[in-house]
Nanobody, 127 residues
């Protein structure tokens, strides 16, 4: 399985970015998907997750109301729309896939439940 993340960049505070992650190698619709991030000197943290069927989502408190996770199973792609960006959102953003056989509505914020990880895309928010 390969996960290719893109869409990061440099943006001013208050701006927006849309991250994409394209999966290949297995049936995308059978995977719960998540976004995580890691800032310099900090632990990796959960950002958002979406269930296999796209019906359920969950967000970290820091992302609620500003970020939206979505997926297009026909395009094997998961997205993270990030609005009202803040300097503290600066990090490398990683997409992850959970291919364990679970209910289509299942989603998880736990990094240990994800089997595959993308290479990350850098997001830098200037003040």
């Amino acid at each position: 399985v390969q996960l290719q993340a893109s869409g990061g960049g440099l943006v001013q505070a208050g701006g927006s970015l849309r991250l994409s992650c394209v999966a290949s190698g297995r049936t995308f619709s059978s995977a719960g998907m998540g976004w995580f991030r890691q800032a310099p000197g900090k632990e990796r943290e959960f950002v958002a997750t979406i269930s296999r069927n796209g019906a359920n989502t969950d967000y970290a408190g820091s992302a609620k109301g500003r970020f939206t996770i979505s997926r297009n199973n026909a395009k094997n792609t998961v997205y993270l729309q990030m609005n009202s960006l803040k300097p503290e959102d600066t990090a490398i953003y990683y997409c992850a896939a959970d291919f364990t056989v679970r209910a289509s509505s299942y989603y998880t914020p736990s990094a240990t439940e994800y089997d595959y990880w993308g290479q990350g895309t850098q997001v830098t928010v200037s003040s």
